[in-house]
């Protein structure tokens, strides 16, 4: 699942303040962010009305930098620590392995969850077949499946 958030810059400085999950008003200086939850994360809503991300315990995850360059976002919750992959930008073409990677899933779990089988998902990821060249039903499943847009997964030259 694709989701957007905002990087928010303190005011005082440069320096990156937190992440958060609702656009900030306008007079905040902010960084979108288009992030791949990883499987089985969700998100929902405190009891506050706050938009919320929720780890498949159902624990309360926040957002967080670190790295040495502060670049990497975490997803870190009471009893774990993941890394969140960043989403390709709009109109960026993301290859069928790279996408079911960066959603944590095996070609037999993908195989599995789209219905699409693993020998078509093999084929593709080695670059035997094209991914727009199949059923767009097939396609539509795999997008489903890894929780990306249809569009990203083919090349307009395909």
Do not use: W
């Given at each position: ?35 791949v939850l ?40 009471a009893t ?79």
């Amino acid at each position: 699942m694709i989701i957007y958030a905002y990087q928010v810059r303190a005011a005082s400085s440069n320096e990156i303040d937190n992440i958060v999950l609702r656009r900030p008003d306008d007079d905040v200086i902010y960084t979108d962010l288009r992030l791949v939850l990883p499987q089985n994360y969700t998100l929902g809503e405190t009891h506050s009305g706050e938009p919320a991300i929720y780890d498949e315990m159902g624990e309360y995850v926040s957002l967080c930098l670190g790295g040495s360059r502060r670049s990497i976002v975490f997803a870190v919750s009471a009893t774990r620590r993941r890394v969140v992959k960043q989403a390709p930008r709009d109109g960026y073409v993301v290859p069928l392995r790279e996408a079911r990677l960066a959603a944590g899933l095996t070609v037999k779990q993908l195989s599995d969850a789209s219905g699409v089988y693993s020998r078509q998902i093999q084929s593709i990821e080695a670059g035997r077949t094209f991914a727009g060249n199949m059923s767009a039903r097939n396609l539509l499943a795999l997008a489903d499946a890894i929780g990306v847009d249809i569009r990203t997964l083919i090349d307009k030259d395909d």
